[in-house]
């Protein structure tokens, strides 16, 4: 129940200040050793998933509080958890570094013109405010978090700290979900199968999608798994605070990015052993060739 308001936007900054921290020089190099690809990737970032969005919301004619949710959704930059499950599915963590930093650099511009252009017809978005709300709430704890460890990245304490950043991180989601089900549950009686079918949609399409737009471009495996998961895997716990403070009469908003924040992870997780266990179906049918 205490999880709301400030407090709120203040658990998001904890999680972004985590990624900074965990930001080091080569990860930032890897923006100007593969512009191409993390071009590419944030190409596919900004325009799948918000056109998949809107492409549900018009052909399941969803309600306008779902409906904004899930665009929300669809405009914020990759998640942070992107990067654990492109190791685990043994794709290029480098490109999917490159690929959430850009991503959330470019979110206080681009995550509102992009609700401007989708939403304002259902609703009024002030970008403005929401520019301003996404700067205090990423970026800045982002740079926090780099200047950290340009700084103090070799001490000691520091590195200590890093250790259970991502603990700590993991816990602030728990708690921004928590803090929405506990003020708006009950309407997930009411509207929580149609929330949750256009969230998983959401959430395959943009699997599915990223994955093309590797093969389209003849990219190695590595890079069309990144691609697929980059994509798929949102920033949903910026798009609930985002509705939380922006859109407050329209709680099932803030509710289907609450879902898509506990989906995304669930998916990303089975996403990456069915990709293990296909890797391991190949190494046994090559050996048996052999």
């Known amino acids: 129940m205490w999880v709301k308001g400030d407090v709120q936007t203040l658990v998001l900054g904890i999680i972004m200040l ?27 970032q900004y325009t799948l998933m918000p056109l998949i969005a809107f492409l549900l919301v018009k052909v399941f004619g969803l309600p306008p509080a779902i409906a904004i ?23 290029d963590v480098a490109l999917s570094v490159g690929m959430t930093t850009v991503s959330t650099l470019l979110a206080p511009v681009f995550t509102p013109l992009l609700m401007l252009f989708l939403a304002d017809n259902r609703v ?3 970008g403005g ?15 926090i978090g780099v200047c950290g460890n340009l700084f103090w990245g070799r001490k000691p304490f520091y590195q200590e700290l890093c250790a259970i950043m991502p603990g700590v991180s993991v816990l602030a989601f728990a708690c921004i979900v928590g803090g929405v089900i506990s003020t708006n549950g009950a309407h997930f009686f009411h509207s929580g199968v149609l929330i949750f079918v256009g969230v998983f949609l959401h959430n395959a399409l943009g699997y599915l999608t990223g994955y093309g737009v590797g093969l389209c471009l003849r990219m190695p495996f590595a890079k069309c798994r990144t691609l697929s998961i980059e994509v798929g895997v949102q920033n949903a716990g910026l798009a609930t605070v985002l509705a939380t403070k922006h859109f407050p009469l329209f709680p099932e908003a803030a509710l289907a990015a609450a879902v898509s924040c506990v989906w995304h992870s669930i ?10 266990l296909y890797d391991c179906w190949r190494e046994k049918k090559h050996k048996a060739v052999l």
């Open 18 to 44: 985590t990624m900074g921290m965990t930001l080091t020089m080569e990860d930032l190099k890897i923006l100007l050793k593969r512009p191409r690809d993390i071009f590419i990737g944030a190409c596919a």
């Open 267 to 276: 998916s990303g997780t089975l996403l990456a052993g069915g990709f293990m």
């Open 124 to 126: 009024d978005v002030d």
């Open 129 to 143: 405010a929401m520019f301003c709300s996404m700067l205090l709430a990423t970026l800045l704890p982002v740079v």
């Open 69 to 91: 949710g899930m665009l929300l959704v669809g405009c914020c930059p990759g998640g942070v958890s992107s990067n654990i499950i492109t190791f685990l599915s043994k794709g």
